[in-house]
């Protein structure tokens, strides 16, 4: 398990003035582990929640702190203060050129992303490209790094399906090839018994989690996280 971490310094938030998101730096709680979560909608709480209140406004979503998994993990882990760095339909390449201004002054990074640039029809291989740089950067700073997969997209299924398994077996190699975490975003949340599909009560829109949804994620991450408790 590579995902470790240096002392705790600050956290900052990534566009938001919401509490527990904060746009101006703090000191981190002696023993506090500070994680920049880097990604797209799903990263940011869509459409329950976004850290851009300029983004709230003019795509009209919802304000609750909740629809967040990192909301959740800190719940679940309170060790862990999360930098919620999500923006709302952005590809990998446009989450990569992000990652410095995130990342600054965390002790570990979380990397999400890839249904963007399947819904812009652009390759996988692509994608994990992108991912895989992301990851290999976090490495490089001394951050611990976990990498989550690809969520099942109900308003893009079937045809979308087969190129989000192709990129979330690109994410497994990555995640085995860099001996780094790989969060199961997919199977936490599809439905056993409608392969491809979240299950009932954990998508609000065929696009994005419910805050229940939100919370699974959320809990999973913490529990994979848990190797850093003590460190």
Same mark, same amino acid.
């Given at each position: 398990?590579?995902?470790?971490?240096?002392?705790?310094?600050?956290?900052?938030?990534?566009?938001?003035?919401? +509490?527990?998101?904060?746009?101006?730096?703090?000191?981190?709680?002696?023993?506090?582990?500070?994680?920049?979560?880097?990604?797209?909608?799903?990263?940011?709480?869509? +459409?329950?929640?976004?850290?851009?209140?300029?983004?709230?406004?003019?795509?009209?979503?919802?304000?609750? +702190?909740?629809?967040?998994?990192?909301?959740?993990?800190?719940?679940?882990?309170?060790?862990?203060?999360?930098?919620?760095?999500?923006?709302?339909?952005?590809?990998?390449?446009?989450?990569?050129?992000?990652?410095?201004?995130?990342?600054?002054?965390?002790?570990?990074? $979380?990397?999400?992303?890839? $249904?963007?640039?399947?819904?812009?029809?652009?390759?996988?291989?692509?994608?994990?490209?992108?991912?895989?740089?992301?990851?290999?950067?976090?490495?490089?700073?001394?951050?611990?790094?976990?990498?989550?997969?690809?969520?099942?997209?109900?308003?893009?299924?079937?045809?979308?399906?087969?190129?989000?398994?192709?990129?979330?077996?690109?994410?497994?190699?990555?995640?085995?090839?860099?001996?780094?975490?790989?969060?199961?975003?997919?199977?936490?949340?599809?439905? +056993?018994?409608?392969?491809?599909?979240?299950?009932?009560?954990?998508?609000?829109?065929?696009?994005?989690?419910?805050?229940?949804?939100?919370?699974?994620?959320?809990?999973?991450?913490?529990?994979?996280?848990?190797?850093?408790?003590?460190?």
């Amino acid at each position: 398990m590579v995902f470790a971490a240096s002392a705790a310094v600050a956290m900052t938030g990534c566009g938001s003035d919401e +509490p527990g998101s904060e746009t101006q730096s703090r000191s981190a709680p002696s023993g506090e582990v500070s994680v920049a979560a880097l990604g797209d909608s799903i990263t940011s709480g869509s +459409p329950g929640y976004d850290p851009d209140p300029e983004t709230r406004a003019a795509l009209g979503f919802g304000k609750d +702190p909740e629809s967040q998994y990192e909301y959740w993990a800190e719940q679940a882990s309170p060790q862990f203060s999360f930098r919620n760095c999500g923006v709302f339909g952005e590809r990998t390449d446009e989450i990569a050129l992000r990652i410095g201004d995130c990342a600054e002054g965390a002790d570990a990074l $979380i990397v999400q992303g890839g $249904i963007n640039d399947i819904a812009q029809g652009r390759p996988a291989e692509g994608a994990a490209d992108d991912l895989r740089s992301m990851v290999e950067r976090g490495k490089e700073a001394g951050l611990g790094v976990a990498i989550a997969d690809v969520l099942p997209w109900d308003n893009g299924f079937p045809d979308a399906d087969p190129e989000i398994r192709a990129l979330n077996d690109l994410i497994a190699e990555i995640g085995r090839r860099q001996d780094v975490t790989v969060l199961p975003f997919y199977e936490a949340l599809e439905d +056993p018994g409608a392969r491809g599909l979240m299950a009932s009560g954990l998508t609000s829109d065929g696009d994005h989690p419910t805050v229940a949804g939100y919370r699974l994620l959320g809990e999973l991450v913490a529990a994979k996280l848990a190797p850093l408790k003590g460190d």
